[in-house]
């Protein structure tokens, strides 16, 4: 959790930092200046998820809400004089969720720090975020990652949320389930101000015990009130309460689709051995290179894989300079069944051999660290 302190005395702001990191949790505190023509400082960098306001002067109540108006996904904690139930009010509707009297104690501090934890879903659990990415059109990007879901918790009993992020023609949820969804990412991110994780949970479809699906946009139109901003609160509140984070990114490259990516813990793009797809990934590859991504967290799956191919895996790796993570064999009939069913391929054809590949992947990824190959999955994942 991500704390940024701002207070005009530089005292007052390391003793608040220090009330903090005392306890020895996993908060990534930092201190800010905050002066009369900037009373709350600039919010620069990768935004926190807490803001600590000292000495706060009510005057900038409204300076407060457009900061919380931009950035949603900040909880304020205020630190005043004033504790009126006038200013108690406004501050409530400016989105402060603490406001703390004076001088206020490390004890008290600390518990207006964990009830908004609580609030955000918790203590984080440490869920990881796989990002998959179709390289080009038709690649099965949406397949494997619906499936993996639920063969991850299915079969390694895991919470998995999988949120279907191609904003412009989401499908995802068709692919295991027949229920409509009553809710979807862009009514989620319309109420962004009420996102916790009840909240989040009653927005999405539970497909399966453990498996929670929230749904693309129904219409396209409404894909403008999905910000990269709505993107990183969800996120964040979703790696709090599941496992698993399965994001089905689609196909364009903007602010939005990033998101995940920068977040993300393993980052998968989908192709297939013909030269269209290899041209693709080596081009997205190079947009994760240009943007600083570990290459460590970057594996390819190859899709519809046939052992006698033209092109082979080694070729694809060479010209793409990425590493292979997993291939899934061709099985078009068996494949096409599941989709036009509705059915996890997994419930469907449990012998199949994508099955075998789709449980193989979710085995290496739900494997404890010190259980895992020594390879580049394990490093990854041994936090």
Not at 74 to 81: N, R, S
Not at 153 to 178: E, P, S
Not at 196 to 211: H, Q, R
């Amino acid at each position: 959790m991500k704390i940024r302190i701002l207070s005009d005395s530089h005292e007052n702001a390391e003793r608040l930092r220090a009330s903090l990191a005392g306890t020895g949790s996993s908060m990534d505190i930092a201190v800010g200046h905050a002066t009369s023509s900037e009373p709350l400082g600039a919010v620069n960098g990768t935004v926190p998820d807490i803001v600590v306001l000292d000495a706060f002067d009510p005057a900038d109540i409204a300076a407060l809400e457009t900061l919380t108006l931009r950035f949603p996904q900040i909880d304020p904690i205020v630190i005043t004089g004033d504790t009126s139930s006038d200013f108690l009010l406004r501050a409530l509707r400016a989105g402060v969720r603490e406001v703390l009297p004076g001088t206020p104690t490390p004890e008290a501090l600390l518990g207006a720090v964990a009830r908004i934890r609580v609030k955000r879903g918790g203590a984080p659990t440490d869920g990881k975020i796989l990002a998959l990415t179709s390289c080009k059109g038709g690649s099965g990007a949406t397949f494997l990652a619906t499936n993996l879901a639920w063969v991850l918790a299915a079969t390694h009993g895991k919470r998995v949320a999988l949120i279907d992020l191609n904003l412009q023609f989401g499908d995802a949820a068709m692919y295991v389930t027949d229920q409509k969804p009553a809710s979807n990412l862009a009514l989620v991110c319309q109420q962004i101000h009420r996102l916790d994780a009840a909240f989040l949970t009653s927005a999405m479809i539970e497909v399966a015990p453990g498996f929670h699906l929230l749904a693309a946009p129904d219409d396209p139109a409404h894909s403008i009130d999905v910000k990269a901003e709505h993107v990183e609160a969800i996120l964040k509140v979703a790696r709090a309460n599941f496992d698993f984070v399965v994001v089905d990114v689609g196909r364009s490259l903007d602010a939005v689709s990033l998101q995940p990516f920068d977040m993300a813990d393993m980052i998968f793009p989908v192709v297939q051995l013909t030269l269209p797809f290899i041209r693709e990934a080596k081009r997205l590859v190079e947009v994760f290179v240009s943007l600083g991504y570990p290459m460590s967290k970057v594996g390819l799956i190859v899709n519809r894989h046939l052992k006698n191919s033209e092109i082979s895996v080694a070729d694809l790796e060479r010209t793409v300079q990425a590493k292979l993570f997993k291939t899934v064999p061709n099985s078009y009939d068996t494949v096409a069944a599941s989709v036009n069913q509705g059915e996890p391929i997994a419930r469907l054809a449990k012998n199949s051999p994508v099955t075998k590949a789709l449980r193989e992947i979710a085995d290496s990824l739900a494997a404890e660290p010190e259980k895992a190959s020594r390879g580049w999955l394990s490093r990854l994942f041994a936090h």
